[in-house]
């Protein structure tokens, strides 16, 4: 699967009681626990991932769930489920305060849509999780340029093809290197128009030949937002009063995919 067709479905809107609405992405962690088996298995521990204050002081989240893919769908309305999640419980949170990433456990929510029951006809949701195994080492990241495509899918303003429950594509371009540490922090550029909304989308490597993109999708983090310049002006009046205000210059900011280990590390110690 290339990495077009794959990104599509690995991302979800979130609507959530907190009055945002953001992008989070379906994530399959490892549990050795989750269901008691040998010390040396490990087990699928599906999450929603996305950034802290998409569900900050939040209690529910509505998420859309796909029942089908869209190719068995074209021509009419895709068939999906709204379902209104409560938080309590269910959110690991990263370690570090400073760095803007959750995990929503998303077990229950499976467990309920695909189990018989009196209100609705039981489903299995189709979506494509991220993993760990998509996270790049060090080695790769080397690898690339300073200035390479990168691609980035989510829910920008919120908009989405509501018919069909698909999500909108961007792209871009890096505008630091993705091995290096912005100011220290995990965290890289990229320069691209970035509207609310899109808090919380994965950004890949955009692979744009045919031999590349046969290639797994490289997946590089987290969008957490866009950053700000902040102007001053001199009121041309007697008064010299100078007035401040605020303009997003098109560079977003991208938590780097290792900082999800983090929470790997808390899902083991469950």
């Known amino acids: 699967m290339d990495i077009f067709n794959f990104a599509v479905y690995s991302v ?16 399959s962690f490892l549990n050795k626990k989750v269901h008691k088996i040998s010390a ?19 209690n529910n989240i ?9 190719n068995q769908s074209w021509g009419t309305k895709s068939e999906v489920f709204k379902l209104n999640y409560p938080l309590k419980n269910h959110v690991i949170m990263h370690s570090d305060p400073d760095i803007d990433l959750c995990a929503i456990k998303i077990t229950n929510a499976l467990n309920y849509i695909s189990s018989p029951n009196p209100y609705f006809e039981p489903f299995d949701a189709y979506f494509e999780p991220l993993s760990i195994k998509h996270i790049p ?13 990168v691609l980035m899918v989510g829910y920008p303003n919120g908009l989405y093809d ?12 890096t505008a630091t290197h993705s091995r290096v540490d912005f100011e220290g922090l995990p965290e890289c ?12 989308s994965p950004v890949f490597l955009n692979f744009t030949n045919t031999k590349e993109r ?52 808390q899902i083991y110690s469950l």
């Open 12 to 27: 979800i809107r979130i609507e959530c009681d907190n009055g945002l609405v953001g992008t989070g992405f379906f994530f």
């Open 40 to 58: 040396d298995s490990e087990t699928p521990y599906i999450t929603i991932v996305t950034n802290k204050h998409v569900i900050e002081n939040g």
């Open 62 to 70: 509505k998420i859309i769930f796909s029942k089908e893919h869209y």
């Open 137 to 149: 080492d060090e080695s790769q990241l080397e690898e690339l340029n300073y200035v390479e495509d």
């Open 162 to 173: 509501e018919k069909n429950n698909l999500p909108i594509f961007r792209r871009g371009i």
């Open 189 to 200: 550029l990229i320069d691209m128009y970035i509207t609310g909304g899109s808090s919380g």
């Open 214 to 265: 046969d290639r797994k999708p490289l997946f590089l983090g987290i969008l957490k937002g866009v950053m700000i310049k902040e102007i001053m002006e001199l009121d041309d009046s007697q008064s010299n009063r100078i007035s401040k205000f605020q303009i997003e210059i098109n560079l977003g900011i991208v938590i780097k995919a290792k900082s999800l280990w983090d929470i790997q590390k």
